[in-house]
Nanobody, 119 residues
Framework: QVQLVESGGGLVQPGGSLRLSCAASGSIGSIITEGWYRQAPGKERELVADISRGGSTNYADSVKGRFTISRDNAKNTVLLQMNTLKPEDTAVYYC?????????????WGTGTLVTVSS
């Protein structure tokens, strides 16, 4: 079974940086989209960034210029580099893979990693 495991979360000061990593294991199919979502206290889950099979990226307006999504194909991993972190970035971050297996499109989610930005 496909499993996504996030790592890299933690406590950081405002203005600091973190790198999140999501490693996929199992019989993952052909990747359509990889991405990161987050859910802050009292807020709905929102898209942070994603990257398509062809390399096109999308970012939430609130993180443009600060966050960068990338892939490490050799390790079957999607990364999120987060710079100039702000308290409003505090959230549980979830990685997401949309894949196609045979003729079926499947969505896979990680279990989340907590990012806390606080002084």
């Amino acid at each position: 079974q496909v499993q996504l495991v996030e790592s890299g979360g933690g406590l950081v000061q405002p203005g600091g940086s973190l790198r999140l990593s999501c490693a996929a294991s199992g019989s993952i199919g052909s990747i359509i989209t990889e991405g990161w979502y987050r859910q802050a206290p009292g807020k709905e889950r929102e898209l942070v960034a994603d990257i398509s099979r062809g390399g096109s990226t999308n970012y939430a307006d609130s993180v443009k210029g600060r966050f960068t999504i990338s892939r490490d194909n050799a390790k079957n991993t999607v990364l999120l580099q987060m710079n100039t972190l702000k308290p409003e970035d505090t959230a549980v971050y979830y990685c997401y893979y949309k894949v196609i297996i045979g003729l079926k499109v499947m969505d896979y989610w990680g279990t989340g990693t907590l990012v806390t930005v606080s002084s």
